[in-house]
């Protein structure tokens, strides 16, 4: 590890990504279609280990996050036209895994309430330790 920072969300103040909803997104009924939902926050994310210290632990290290465990709860539907916020905050669940909090707002209203569980691991899918960046970066954040 070459000891950058990585950006870490605030636990007070969620790291938020913007996600404006294209035709695509929405199925015939004119709503965003459920699996959806798992790429916005995917995207999300990203932004908040970092697209660049994720491609250089994949390609230095050898080692990268796959998803664990999903649990997602729909409260209400977004449409064609609108503008989300997909709030993030990360927690270590253990040494082995990094638990995200991911909700989607339409300004003051929660549509979807998630916990995404990622594992760590080697290109062969085995599992490793989160690497020392991420877990100082999640333990500073949390305090």
């Keep these: 590890m070459d000891g950058r920072s990585v950006p870490w969300c605030n636990p007070h103040m969620p790291h938020e990504h913007p996600v404006r909803i294209y035709y695509e997104d929405t199925d015939h009924s004119g709503i965003v279609y459920h699996a959806n939902y798992l790429?916005?926050?995917?995207?999300?994310?990203?932004?908040?280990?970092?697209?660049?210290?994720?491609?250089?632990?994949?390609?230095?290290?050898?080692?990268?996050?796959?998803?664990?465990?999903?649990?997602?709860?729909?409260?209400?539907?977004?449409?064609?036209?609108?503008?989300?916020?997909?709030?993030?905050?990360?927690?270590?669940?253990?040494?082995?895994?990094?638990?995200?909090?991911?909700?989607?707002?339409?300004?003051?209203?929660?549509?979807?309430?998630?916990?995404?569980?990622?594992?760590?691991?080697?290109?062969n899918g085995k599992l490793v330790p989160v690497p020392d960046s991420v877990m100082t970066g999640i333990e500073d954040q949390n305090g």
């Design 39 to 123: 790429k916005y926050f995917e995207r999300a994310r990203e932004h908040v280990l970092d697209p660049d210290e994720l491609v250089r632990m994949f390609e230095e290290d050898g080692i990268g996050f796959v998803v664990y465990k999903i649990e997602m709860h729909f409260k209400a539907a977004a449409v064609h036209g609108d503008v989300l916020t997909i709030r993030s905050v990360v927690e270590s669940g253990s040494r082995y895994r990094v638990v995200f909090d991911q909700s989607v707002w339409r300004g003051d209203t929660l549509l979807v309430q998630a916990t995404i569980q990622l594992a760590c691991v080697d290109p």
